[in-house]
């Protein structure tokens, strides 16, 4: 059974930094790509990063120069650092993994997801 256990979610205050990490398990073949999304309330579920085994990453213009994604392949696990964090980047983060080699920001390329973690960013 496929699971991915995110962690490391919080409150903090504008300007600061969050880690999140993401254990996946019960792939047998390994996965190929790992990607966060958020989803604020009323919004809908946005990609943010992903990376590939290879990897090779992808990230939304939003979040360019502030976070970045990197993996630990033979723990399969994935994190997502964030620095100089904005209200607007308050959601439910989510990880997600695919088997396939090609890193994508769409929700629908994704068969696997976890149960999220919350991040908000307040003074």
């Known amino acids: 059974q496929v699971q991915l256990v995110e962690s490391g979610g919080g409150l903090v205050q504008p300007g600061g930094s969050l880690r999140l990490s993401c254990a996946a398990s019960?792939?047998?073949?390994?996965?190929?790509?790992m990607a966060w999304f958020r989803q604020a309330p009323g919004k809908e579920r946005e990609g943010v990063l992903c990376?590939?085994?290879?990897?090779?990453?992808v990230y939304a213009d939003s979040v360019k120069g502030r976070f970045t994604i990197s993996r630990d392949n033979a723990k399969n696990t994935v994190f997502l650092q964030m620095n100089n964090l904005k209200p607007e980047d308050t959601a439910v983060y989510y990880c997600?993994?695919?088997?396939?080699?090609?890193?994508?920001?769409?929700?629908?390329?994704?068969?696997?997801y976890g149960q999220g973690t919350q991040v908000t960013v307040s003074s």
């Open positions: 997600a993994a695919h088997s396939l080699y090609e890193c994508s920001l769409s929700s629908s390329y994704y068969p696997f």
């Open positions: 019960g792939f047998t073949s390994g996965y190929r790509t």
């Open positions: 990376i590939s085994s290879g990897g090779n990453t």
